[in-house]
Nanobody, 124 residues
Framework: QVQLVETGGGLVQAGGSLRLSCAAS????????MGWFRRAPGKERDFVAS????????YYADSVKGRFTISRDNAKNTMYLQMNSLKPEDTAVYSC?????????????????WGQGTQVTVSA
C-alpha cells in the first residue's frame, strides 16, 4: 500500500508556470505506474498525464501536450508535473494516482491509490 500527498498548487496568471509534486510513503513508488488527473468545478475528473514505473515512457492528454511535463524521481519517492503556459481552463483540483498493473492508464477507475488533491487556479 502507498500513501500519496500532492503539493505545489496555487494561484498563477495565465501564461505562468507551476510545478506539482506527489510524494509517496509506504510502499516504494517504483512499484507503480503513476498518473495525474484533474477535476474542474462541475466537471468530470479528466486524465492529464501518466508515466511508467521507470519513467522511460510518458503519455499526455491532448489538451496539455507540449505544455505539461510529467516526471518522477524514484530515489526520492516523488513524481512531478511541470505545468507551463497555463491557461484559465487549466483551473482544477489536481490529483496524483498510482496503479500497479496498467500503463498508460487514462481511466480513473483503473487506479488503486489517490492523493487528496491540490488546487490550481489560473487567472486571466
Amino acid at each position: 500500500q502507498v500513501q500519496l500527498v500532492e503539493t505545489g498548487g496555487g494561484l498563477v496568471q495565465a501564461g505562468g508556470s507551476l510545478r506539482l509534486s506527489c510524494a509517496a510513503s509506504g510502499r516504494t513508488l517504483s512499484s507503480y505506474n503513476m498518473g495525474w488527473f484533474r477535476r474542474a468545478p462541475g466537471k468530470e475528473r479528466d486524465f492529464v498525464a501518466s508515466i511508467s514505473r521507470s519513467g522511460g515512457a510518458t503519455y499526455y492528454a491532448d489538451s496539455v501536450k507540449g505544455r505539461f511535463t510529467i516526471s518522477r524521481d524514484n530515489a526520492k519517492n516523488t513524481m512531478y508535473l511541470q505545468m507551463n503556459s497555463l491557461k484559465p481552463e487549466d483551473t482544477a483540483v489536481y490529483s496524483c494516482a498510482a496503479v500497479e498493473r496498467y500503463y498508460p492508464a487514462t481511466k480513473a477507475n483503473l487506479y488503486d491509490y489517490w492523493g487528496q488533491g491540490t488546487q490550481v487556479t489560473v487567472s486571466a
